[in-house]
């Protein structure tokens, strides 16, 4: 069972720059990716990532702006986010699948493994 535990959040102001980690132990994982939820919203897709590090997707509202990566030796998947907006205020949540896929999963529920989520509040 492997196990997800983010880090990075907190307040920043717009224009700032924060970096989400998600640190992966009990086992290993092939896809992963980051989700956000805002009060009132549905969990959506921020960015996602493949077994090899080399696909990478990214909801349109963020392009430009993030980057996901990994690292395999510390089983670690990270978002960096720049030029951030008030509108990215939210939970962001690690996830991690096993199966193997051609891409990256982007539906919530195709991930079997999810993180308690880090608050990431961007002020004007």
């Known amino acids: 069972q492997v196990q997800l535990v983010e880090s990075g959040g907190g307040l920043v102001q717009a224009g700032d720059s924060l970096r989400l980690s998600c640190s992966a132990s009990?086992?290993?994982?092939?896809?992963a990716g980051w989700f956000r939820q805002a009060p009132g919203r549905e969990r959506e897709l921020v960015a996602v990532?493949?077994?090899?590090?080399?696909?990478?997707l990214y909801a349109d509202s963020v392009k430009g702006r993030a980057t996901i990566s990994r690292v395999h030796s510390l089983n670690t998947v990270y978002l960096q986010m720049n030029s951030l907006k008030p509108e990215d205020t939210a939970v962001y949540y690690c996830?991690?699948?096993?199966?193997?896929?051609?891409?990256?999963?982007?539906?919530?529920?195709?991930?079997?493994?999810w993180g308690q989520g880090t608050q990431v509040t961007v002020s004007r």
């Open positions: 996830a991690a699948d096993s199966s193997y896929h051609t891409i990256p999963p982007q539906r919530a529920d195709e991930y079997e493994y």
């Open positions: 009990g086992g290993t994982f092939r896809g």
């Open positions: 990532i493949d077994w090899t590090g080399r696909k990478t």
